[in-house]
């Protein structure tokens, strides 16, 4: 499970930002508050605390 990501913060939008994180660029939904604090940090290395979602049932071996 992750439970946190540290990036450099690419792109903040209504209700995700975007992390280049090494080679990749992860998208990782906030909530209104943590936009609000992270407008002015684009370009700069943030970290957030997570927690990892995986939508599917695993019932029918869909995760």
Known sequence: ???KITGRLVAVAQD???LAVECFERQVLIPEFARRRLQGAIGDTVSLHTI?????????GRL
């Open 1 to 3: 499970m992750i439970t």
């Open 16 to 18: 995700q930002a975007t």
């Open 52 to 60: 990892e979602y995986l939508e599917g049932n695993p019932a029918h």
